[in-house]
């Protein structure tokens, strides 16, 4: 009986391990901004995807006056001039698993070279959002990067649908591209 106890502590532990993977994606209906976070041995990697070219990025989240125009304008031209495809990696430990949908890693990246410029990731963050209406309850996802360039801070921020985020899964390259 002992025997059988134990092993179904190792089983349950197992499972819980293993659905405690940090593999995510989201996905628009019609590819714009796509997220894509993967395990890799001891290491998470969060690539973005900026299907129709960088300069079409978000680059800000948030209310907007006419004093901020002058500040987003500045930052979307330097994150118009990095690749379509960013890149961050992670050591495992220095993220952390919230639920299905709700993950993040923290602190700073090793430093790349991309297009001429110092580019360092320090956060990645999803969370799930509900907000109560009279017309019903409507639920959503939002993810974002932040990272510095040249010492400058920028973030990505996306807000997704429910049904474009989908965890315990990654897609590949070429079809994203």
Not at 44 to 73: K, S, W
Not at 131 to 147: L, P, R
Request: overall charge negative; some cysteine; hydrophobic content about 35%.
């Amino acid at each position: 009986m002992k025997c059988l106890f134990t092993i179904s502590i190792i089983l349950f532990s197992l499972a819980s391990a293993a659905s405690n993977k940090m593999d995510m994606a989201c996905v628009t209906e019609f590819p714009s901004t796509s997220f894509v976070v993967r395990e890799a041995a001891d290491t998470v990697i969060v690539e973005i995807f900026n299907h129709n070219g960088p300069q079409y990025r978000p680059v800000y989240d948030g209310i907007v006056t006419p004093n901020d125009l002058g500040t987003i304008a500045k930052r979307a031209n330097v994150v118009s001039k990095l690749p379509t495809i960013l890149r961050f990696e992670w050591p495992r430990a220095k993220c952390e698993y919230h639920g299905p949908l709700v993950k993040s890693c923290m602190g700073t990246t090793d430093e790349q070279d991309v297009n001429g410029f110092k580019v360092s990731g320090w956060s990645f963050t999803s969370s799930e959002v509900t907000e109560k209406t009279f017309a019903g309850d409507f639920k959503s996802h939002k993810v974002s990067a932040h990272f510095s360039v040249d010492g400058s801070t920028y973030s990505v921020p996306m807000t997704y649908q429910e049904h474009d985020c989908e965890p315990n899964r990654y897609f590949r390259k070429d079809i994203l591209q």
